[in-house]
């Protein structure tokens, strides 16, 4: 175990609160140049006050502060719609080679073949999995990827003398990135109701599409982890009203080998890396959210692109790109992470991962669904989302269990996601844990059901072994206190 | 290689990710009530199901090290025995241990974002030392946990300086990196700004501008008027977002202390790989007034049921999970673990080490210039002679950078940018902290003997 049962004895104190003049962590070397003038004096600073250190104490505080931490490596982790799958560590080696870790981006292409044929091979793989062929991996996240594919979804409108086309229609279901990026893209959002089943209202949304419509973006399989049944209605009513269809991929661990987007008439997805594609979550990033999109739009993709020519691979912008939306090329060493992934999974590894995940969820849902409500009460896909209702009424809400299985050492799932549920507690399992696993969270969760009746305090005031319990979020907001400064030291105040 | 789907059955691959066995399955689908997978997918289209894909079978471990140390061979780089005068946006620093090491903390590495502060104390302490780190290096009041890149940072101090004042102009100096512009327009282009060039000269600006953006030192290396400029902007109702190298910082006046609005930069030099471009991080600092206004997520501290210390995300209504179309940024990460890597960089140089490191760059870098400036055919900093810069400098070549490129690289020297679409025959050199007196010299000697054919 990983956590710290005594939360007493944790030092909680900041680096600059440890800091002593005269410590150092790290000597840079001496200058082996002839002596250069220094600019003028009113162009230089006074000392930059960071600490002073010992190299250990570099260490041991960085290493006692990751022990506060759930993880994967130390914990289930089953929060919905982030696919907390197993990071491989062979990856993360791989990714800090020497000759992938120190390459400059601006060098010349032909000093960096091996770099972009990694590029293209995992664009082309995307493309297979996806069936949507034309690939850029410049999105730096998820949230980056989606602008992209609006900005894809513009330029190709526009490429048709079509620029009246201003609407995003977006499931109530939807992520909170799909109208903030429709927003970014200039977009006014139109939202479009899920029927008693969690399904998108098809008669709504044939109310809804029209000559306006640029883009409906669906989350594919929802964010309730259905697979949407009308798809191929849904597409057809969007294209009959001339709009494009864009898939948001959060969820793509489910379908790996099992459908493509692309042949169900998917115009537009985007994939995160960090999720079906195993690169570490790192804590809130870095992610990758590489845009695919169909051989017709493939000209406005983001630029760059990873190409193959005569001359070898190349990095190319494409014919009417919408542009860099960030600084080089993408997540370099992530992508080189989730090519690795794909390589040692191969075809029917990446199979059995979705077959894999949807089993462990189904199991998960039908082993509770005696005592929590199931959002949509049929098969899902790869996660489940359970609604705690029965549990508030009887006085314990979804946000308790939640903290209550920090205790057990499980991570909570997503809370409160999709807000069309109430209560609603979006657990993923995926395909990495075993079905030991499973049956423990299981056991735990109807435990924690017992328990409303028998100890509810044990719930309300979860969690007890943590190094803190439940943290005043209100006054966070309403006084920040967001660095360190000499005042507000809180072992002096 | 290629194989096709199989035929609906279950695959029963055993692979080292993928625990349940086929045991173990056919218990899981007996709970459930199906015979088998395809019970379960009755939802997706029969006619689209199992596509087949057209990929290899997988690699054992083994091989796949063997494939990527392949692919790493084709690339050129310092442990191949290539030196490198590339900036421009990404700089070649050592990267120390401690910063390696932490790295390995899986504790770190595969969290997610701290949604459960109980669980993610140790998260949430890093990213509150990162904030302090950014202020501290630019004199700034706050600081957010961290943006995409620099160039992402940039854009969106833009935009948040157009929603403070209102006004959808945004002046970018005509001396920055186009990187800038160019990620502002895709950031801008759909929501009604329109993208001004001011001259660094400039002494007069419209007086509807939401902004002055201004790189520092800019593109060229030099370092701007940041404090007139600054005052410029205050005079029309403009704000200033100033763009930074945060080593630089080390040596030169931080923003803070020319009452600049914004601040961003490119985090990549504080220990984080070049790694072909990515993952960065973007630094993002305001003045607090316009906390309200920042992207991304934001760190505070506060106090658990029993009044003990502990740090959660804060100010989330400003965020997309909370506000949907409404955010201040579609912005869902705060790229966490190179932070993390900037704040083990930043504690282990420490006080002494950032001066250091800022001072070796500088003598470095004004070695070259100073020895490439004396060489026939060649000037240095053309652009506006005597000015200061820090690590980065433009030499005005005798012929085509590129062909002197060529040259350089048959010498195994990847040399400066060539930037000839913004300069006649301009190369834009850098030279850290990793070049040695050797490096330099033997550059400086390719370039004499080039140049003399040129």
Redesign the interface.
Known sequence: MTITTSAGDIDRRLLMDRSVAGRKAFTLPESDVPAQKLPDSSFLRDDVELPEVSQLEVIRYFSVLSQLNFSIDTNFYPLGSCTMKYNPKINDELANLPGLADIHPLQPDETVQGAIRLLKNLQDDLGEITGLVGVSLAPLAGAQGEYAGLLVARAYHESQNDSARTVAIVPDSAHGTNPASAAMAGLEVVTVRSDDQGNVDVENLRELANESTAVFMLTIPSTLGLFEPNILEINKIVHDAGGLVYADGANLNALLGLVKLGDLGVDICHSNLHKTFSTPHGGGGPGSGPVMVTDELAKFLPKPVAMKTDAGYVMATPEMSIGAINGFHGSFSIAARAYAYIKTLGLEGLQSVSENAIISANYIQAKLRDKYNIAADRYCMHETVLSATKQKKRGVAGLDIAKRLLDFGIHAPTMYFPMIIDEALMVEPTESESKETLDHFIAVMRQIDDEIDSSPELILEAPHDLPVTRLDEATAARKPVLRWTAESNFLSS | M??S??SGG????N?P????TDL??Q???G????DS?D???????IE??????????????QE??T??????????????G?I?F?G???Y?HYV?S?VR??LQ???????????????????L?????F???I???TGME??N??M?????AFAEACLMASRVTKRTRIGVLSSADS?LP??L???S????NEIIVITPDATEIPDDLACIGIQSPNFFGE?EDVERLTKLAHDNGALSVVHVNPVA??????PG?FDVDIVTA?GQPLGV?????????GLFACKKAH?RQMPG??????????G?????L????R?????????T??????????G?MVT?Y????????????A??C???A??AA?EIGNLNGFSVNPISPGG?FFHEFVVKCPGSPSKI?ASL?NKKI?GG?DISDRYENGMLVCVT?TS??DD?DKFVKALSEIGASA
Do not use: W
């Not at chain 2, 302490?125 to 030392?129: I, K, N, P, R």
């Open positions: 290629a194989s789907a199989t279950n695959t029963s691959t692979h990710y993928i625990p349940s173990d399955r218990e899981m689908l709970v459930i009530g199906v997978l019970g379960l997918l009755g939802d997706i289209p689209h199901r199992h596509p087949g894909l057209n990929l290899d079978a997988g690699l054992a471990e796949l090290s494939l990527f140390r392949s692919i790493a061979a084709e690339n050129a780089s310092s442990s191949s290539y490198s590339l421009a946006g990404s070649s120390p401690t090491s932490i903390r899986g504790e770190f590495v595969t969290a997610y974002t701290p949604y459960q502060p109980e669980a993610a104390q140790g998260t302490q890093v990213g509150f030392e904030q302090t780190v202020c501290q290096l706050v600081a946990a961290g995409y890149d620099g160039p992402t990187r160019d990620t327009l895709a950031y282009k759909h929501q009604g370092i910082l080390g040596m030169f006046k931080a202390e490119e790989p070049m790694a072909f471009g990515g993952p960065y991080v906390i997520r934001i760190i505070g501290r506060t106090t658990d049921t029993k003990r210390t502990g740090y959660a804060t100010l989330q209504t965020e997309q999970h909370i506000r949907r179309q409404r955010a940024s579609n912005i869902c990460t705060s790229t966490q673990l190179i993390l083990v930043a504690a282990t140089l420490g006080k002494q080490g950032i001066k250091d490191l001072n070796l500088y003598q470095k004004h070695y100073s200061t490129n690289l990847i940018l902290e040695s007196k330099i």
